[in-house]
């Protein structure tokens, strides 16, 4: 049994973890934004246009039928030879079923599209799901392990290689196979190391399928509910309310997330791992889960409601003036989705203690509720019924993810939202210096707007700062996110006086 006293350390390596996952993350959104500016350069929007139709179908395709090999290794933390064959074969079947529906596809996307070149990318994009389904299942036990260094490596060495493939291509032909090439290069280095990062020969085997299917079978059923309720918006906005509002939906959504992704959801992939580790510590799994959902409060509140103060100048900075239809996306949406990151690493108390069924249950309700009053009130009253029914569904989608922790735990409902109290506290004071400092700062207003976006959130970060810290104060500094924020400062400042 895991000791409760393990906790701290474990905690720590679950910060480091994170910390590796932002920092690959950071790094591959990099390339990607590199080597898309250079693509731009050398290929027309139409080649993009084609090619992002064959990826959006391998993508919803390869959603719907994730088996989740790599939530399964992190549980089964006892897994022998004869459970990874198992994986590895069911991950290889669920390729080929992908690959071929992928193929089968192929010509009628030449007609449906008008376009030749529709045939050629699915035909290529159907190599990607076999040489992801080839991944060798024992690279996951880093992550089981809490080592995510391996896979920054694996993941940065995947994505030069696809940037290399792609750029040389479309230098020497200018042909938006380049993208597609790239594409299947990083698949396969990414397969390839991970047999040399964990030296393994898998056989084909279905040995342990019963054993294994009660948990995977379940996983492949929220990534289901997962890709319905995360995928079908677009498909019904373009029809109901145009393509250019559906735009200034998409991109203002993809900035409003931008938060809970870039910081919200690698402490939460970082947590499961950690939460597996106290499977036979049900108590101990609780306090550590709350003290994730502490530190994803202190990470995600911040700098979503942050960007909801300052929404027109954030899209008007990214975007330009021309997208000013996106500001009420961002403006509402974040604060829904910041508040809704609390809970991001739920599932992964869940699927630790080995109860996938409940957050299927949770999200089929979800998408049974807010799916029919989405196109409604989308039908009805346009972007903004659109706007509001989202938010509206994140706050059903919180409701039901306190209903799982209080399932899971057999605690309070309101738990949750009790330990993320002082972030909440922090929030109020950001808001003090939007809605009452700001107003008596004018030449704020009259400054560049970059400027102006910069010195708001410098001013917001420490408004924040010093409610979530006076808040702490008042509660006895307590040991928290804040207490091991602060020792770990002290720390790193020793070693430099000392060094």
């Known amino acids: 049994m895991q000791d409760i006293g393990d906790i701290k350390p474990l905690g720590e390596r679950v910060a480091r973890g994170a910390a590796w996952i932002v920092a690959g993350r950071f790094f591959i959104r990099s390339l990607g934004l590199i080597n898309t500016l250079i693509l731009a350069r050398l290929l027309a929007p139409n080649d993009f246009g084609i090619v992002a139709v064959g990826l959006t179908m391998m993508q919803l395709l390869q959603n719907i039928s994730d088996i989740g090999v790599s939530h399964t290794v992190v549980k089964f933390r006892t897994a022998g030879r004869e459970h990874y064959d198992t994986l590895f074969t069911l991950s290889a079947i669920r390729g080929v079923l992908v690959s071929l529906l992928l193929l089968a596809f192929a010509p009628l996307a030449g007609g449906i599209y008008d376009d030749k070149r529709a045939v050629v990318v699915f035909l290529c994009v159907a190599a990607v799901p076999i040489f992801h389904a080839l991944i060798n299942p024992k690279y996951y036990e880093f992550e089981r392990q809490l080592d995510f260094t391996k896979e920054f490596l694996a993941t940065a060495l995947n994505k030069i290689a696809g940037v290399i493939v792609s750029v040389t291509i479309a230098l020497m032909f200018k042909t938006y196979l380049a993208i597609l090439l790239g594409l299947i290069a990083g698949a396969v280095a990414q397969t390839f190391l991970s047999y040399l990062l964990r030296p393994y020969l898998p056989r084909l085997s279905l040995s342990k399928f019963k054993e294994l299917f009660g948990f995977t079978g379940w996983v492949t059923g929220v990534s289901v509910m997962s890709a319905l309720n995360n995928k079908l918006d677009m498909l019904f906005l373009g029809k109901l309310i145009g393509t250019s509002k559906a735009g200034a939906y998409y991109l203002g959504d993809?900035?409003?997330?931008?938060?809970?992704?870039?910081?919200?959801?690698?402490?939460?992939?970082?947590?499961?791992?950690?939460?597996?580790?106290?499977?036979?510590?049900?108590?101990?799994?609780?306090?550590?889960?709350?003290?994730?959902?502490?530190?994803?409060?202190?990470?995600?509140?911040?700098?979503?409601?942050?960007?909801?103060?300052?929404?027109?100048?954030?899209?008007?900075?990214?975007?330009?003036d021309q997208w000013d239809a996106a500001v009420p996306v961002v403006r509402?949406?974040?604060?829904?989705?910041?508040?809704?990151?609390?809970?991001?690493?739920?599932?992964?108390?869940?699927?630790?203690?080995?109860q996938p069924k409940e957050i299927f249950y949770r999200l089929l309700i979800f998408f049974c509720i807010r799916m029919p009053i989405f196109v409604w009130a989308t039908a009805v009253y346009g972007l903004y019924g659109a706007i509001f029914s989202s938010v509206a569904g994140m706050g059903l989608l919180v409701i039901l993810y306190l209903s799982l922790y209080q399932k899971l735990s057999g605690h309070g409902f309101f738990d949750c939202?009790?330990?993320?109290?002082?972030?909440?506290?922090?929030?109020?004071?950001?808001?003090?210096?939007?809605?009452?400092?700001?107003?008596?700062?004018?030449?704020?207003?009259?400054?560049?707007?970059?400027?102006?976006?910069?010195?708001?959130?410098?001013?917001?970060?420490?408004?924040?700062?010093?409610?979530?810290?006076?808040?702490?104060?008042?509660?006895?500094?307590?040991?928290?996110?804040?207490?091991?924020?602060?020792?770990?400062?002290?720390?790193?400042?020793?070693?430099?006086?000392?060094?």
Not at 276 to 296: I, K, N, T, Y
Not at 332 to 351: K, R, S, V
Request: aromatic share 10%; proline share 5%; with cysteine.
């Open 332 to 354: 509402y949406f974040t604060p829904a989705a910041g508040i809704l990151a609390l809970f991001y690493a739920t599932q992964g108390y869940a699927l630790a203690a080995g």
């Open 417 to 499: 939202l009790f330990v993320a109290r002082r972030s909440f506290i922090g929030v109020i004071s950001m808001a003090l210096y939007f809605f009452v400092v700001r107003v008596h700062l004018p030449a704020i207003e009259g400054m560049h707007l970059f400027a102006r976006v910069a010195i708001d959130i410098v001013a917001g970060i420490s408004f924040y700062g010093a409610g979530l810290l006076a808040a702490w104060r008042l509660e006895g500094a307590p040991k928290g996110v804040e207490s091991a924020v602060l020792d770990q400062l002290k720390r790193q400042a020793a070693k430099l006086k000392s060094a």
């Open 254 to 320: 993809s900035i409003a997330a931008l938060p809970s992704q870039e910081l919200a959801t690698p402490l939460a992939r970082a947590i499961y791992p950690g939460l597996s580790e106290l499977q036979g510590s049900p108590d101990g799994m609780r306090r550590a889960f709350l003290r994730g959902v502490e530190a994803l409060s202190i990470v995600a509140m911040p700098a979503a409601f942050g960007c909801a103060f300052i929404a027109a100048d954030l899209v008007a900075l990214l975007l330009g």
